[in-house]
């Protein structure tokens, strides 16, 4: 049950949602752009979506960006392009969605590292190293070999810090992210995850990396994605207890949402299968495909966090204030 004051501190506060894996033009993961309506419809004020991967080029990428800038800007009465924290401040006011862009890997670029600059302009603000698999840059989370940030690799962390963008640990290895921990200026940031202390799973963040990520001041969202929170349906209940770990690990000034949601996850479930060396998860034969909420039910998680005695303060960091802190001090 949703009580009115939780409601109430839902409308009046910002909500932060640090990713929607929006669909490209010529491909489907299960994420149209008609479901961008139901995170203005739920009062969400802020996600990303992804403007390219790994698996991408410079041309297609450019194309790519293109769109999205199309899409956006198309709808000026419900989209804002948020090109700086002002601008998400101002969504919220408005009772519309400043919509984010950042990549899943590196890989798309080659090492031509000089058009990061003019992504930037574009409005690209997250850099994600990589994604799943090792590139260029450093380890991906599902290879079996990690071998750690590349020379090439600490060039891109430098531009990416140059440019002012936040580098984007998610989907990257281990031993990779460790490595960035050492060299980064700048807060970065873990976009979307699980934790493996509450569940093992490939795609998870270890105690030492949270630690690791608490000392840099940076924030990890946490997913919504049955497989890496360990629930069938990804409930709320449980995406809980990977809140409540972090928080009680490091407190609750890096933690926040990047739920990831997917609403055809048939369509998930088909692309993942096609590249089962970057998605092992099928290898099991009981996997029965991911599954995700809402953002309609992201204020369950906010009951749950005030059941269980979180103080308003630290509810609202979680909802957006750590995020919001993070890309302030970057952007």
């Known amino acids: 049950m949703i009580s009115e004051a939780t409601q109430k501190f839902w409308r009046e506060n910002l909500v932060w949602d640090m990713l929607y894996p929006l669909d ?50 198309s709808r000026p009465d419900v989209f804002i392009h948020a090109l700086t924290v002002e601008d998400v401040l101002r969504a919220k006011k408005e009772g519309k969605l400043a919509v984010g862009m950042q990549t899943h890997g590196t890989a798309w670029f080659g090492k031509d590292l000089g058009v990061l600059e003019p992504f930037r302009e574009l409005g690209l603000r997250v850099v994600q190293l990589a994604f799943n698999a090792s590139n260029y840059v450093g380890g991906g989370c599902s290879d079996r070999a990690d071998g750690g940030l590349t020379t090439f690799g600490t060039k891109v962390v430098k531009e990416i810090e140059r440019l002012k963008m936040i580098v984007d640990l998610a989907h990257t290895g281990y031993r990779t992210t460790m490595d960035v921990f050492e060299i980064a200026t700048r807060p970065v940031m873990i976009s979307h995850a699980g934790i493996m202390g509450v569940h093992e799973h490939y795609r998870n963040i270890r105690d030492d990396q949270l630690q690791a990520l608490a000392k840099n001041g940076g924030v990890i969202g946490l997913s919504g994605n049955s497989a890496y929170i360990g629930d069938g349906l990804g409930a709320m209940s449980a995406i809980f207890k990977h809140l409540d770990h972090v928080v009680q690990l490091i407190g609750p ?20 299968r096609n590249i089962g060396a970057e998605w092992p998860d099928f290898d099991n034969s009981t996997f029965k495909g991911f599954r995700f909420q809402r953002p309609k039910d992201v204020i369950t998680l906010v009951q749950l966090m005030f059941d269980h005695g979180y103080p308003e303060d630290a509810v609202r960091k979680v909802m957006s204030g750590n995020f919001l802190r993070v890309c302030k001090e970057v952007w």
Request: proline share 3%; with cysteine; net charge negative.
């Open 253 to 272: 000034d890096h933690v926040g949402f990047g739920f990831d949601f997917v609403f055809e996850t048939d369509r998930l479930d088909e692309w993942a």
């Open 24 to 73: 490209p033009q010529d491909q489907s993961y299960g994420c149209p752009v008609k479901y961008l309506d139901d995170y203005i419809q739920a009062g969400v004020s802020f996600t990303a979506v992804g403007v390219t991967e790994d698996s991408m080029n410079i041309d297609s990428s450019m194309k790519a960006i293109a769109w999205q800038r199309k899409l956006i800007h």
